[in-house]
């Protein structure tokens, strides 16, 4: 029996597929792999007994890395197993942003009570109207499997949409719409985009990579959406381009001092892969590919 440790209820979901060869520990100490989703790993000791971590999850910037390489603890994630879940909202982000339904909802709200809200209505709908995202251009920074299918579906909703990636694999290259322009340098995308959109991994390289230079690059109005980490932005240096009216709203999935409360600054408490069915296959996946590891000595996404 592998002794599979739980740092996230429900990572463990994947494992009632296979009860008769693994069985979860409540005691770290005795955990061969630990199962974990967005909890931070840096403080903790790892366990003489621990062969795998798995990471239910694209990024792997709560795991460390170094530490586990030291010990030979092979280290997993699940590219692509939220991918859906987060282009959802990377588009609901989107027309968030064009259109303030939330302002017309709480005006609906505030105004519960009122017999003449028909009427008054009329009003609500100059106060809140929007722009619409088709034709708007959107500038996708990272074409990984985030970043394509948020270029893919962009696409279908009409926007002219450019792509930058560096480090483009070959899946991405087949994946991704014929329709979207790849640019060689992520400035283009800053000074040609109507919305940016990033989705890299944090890495020393990325780190505030929208920095105040990248935002004075930007168009007035941008738009700027932060699915991926919320330490890629310099976010102080957007705050003040926001309270500039530079930048027009900043959609970030990561709540923070920094952000929280900000006008034009909407902020989503990481409900990105926060989906059923997201959570099912991030789950699945991060228990198959340690079961592969440990059976076979097969390592993916390590
Ligand atoms: C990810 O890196 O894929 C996300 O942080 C997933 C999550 O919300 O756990």
């Not at 990572?11 to 008769?20: I, K, Q, S, T």
């Not at 100059?126 to 893919?152: D, M, P, R, W």
Request: glycine share 8%; hydrophobic share 45%.
């Amino acid at each position: 029996m592998v002794q599979f440790h739980c740092l996230n209820p429900i990572a463990a979901c994947g494992l009632e597929l296979f009860p008769d060869t693994y069985e979860k520990t409540e005691d770290f100490n005795q955990a061969e792999v630990a199962l974990v989703r967005s909890a931070a790993m840096h403080d903790m000791d790892l366990p003489e007994s621990l062969l795998a971590v798995a990471r239910a999850g694209a990024g792997v910037n709560n795991i460390p890395l170094e530490k586990c390489a030291d010990q030979g603890i092979v280290v997993f994630n699940t590219p692509g197993a939220n991918a859906n879940g987060v282009k959802e909202l990377v588009i609901a982000g989107m027309l968030l942003a064009s259109r303030d339904i939330t302002g017309g909802i709480d005006w609906v709200k505030a105004n519960k009570e009122d017999a003449g809200i028909a009427k008054a209505a009329e009003k609500a709908k100059k106060a809140f109207a929007g722009t619409e995202i088709k034709g708007k251009k959107l500038g996708v920074i990272g074409l990984g499997a985030i970043g394509v299918q948020v270029a893919n579906a962009a696409v279908a909703l009409g926007m002219d949409v450019l792509g930058y990636d560096p480090y483009l694999s070959v899946n991405a290259a087949w994946n991704v719409s014929t329709k979207v322009k790849h640019v060689m340098s992520v400035e283009d995308i800053y000074k040609e985009c109507d919305f940016i959109t990033i989705h890299v991994p944090l890495l020393d390289s990325t780190k505030g990579m929208i920095s105040k230079e990248a935002i004075a690059m930007m168009k007035e109005n941008v738009i700027v959406l932060n699915f991926a980490r919320d330490t890629l932005v310099d976010e102080p240096a957007m705050v003040k381009a926001l309270k500039a009216g530079k930048v027009r709203k900043y959609v970030v999935d990561f709540p923070n001092p920094t952000t929280a409360g900000v006008e034009n600054c909407i902020v989503i408490p990481h409900l990105g892969a926060s989906t059923a069915e997201s959570e099912d296959n991030c789950a699945v996946m991060a228990v198959r590919e340690v079961i592969d590891y440990i059976e076979n000595g097969n390592i993916a996404h390590s």
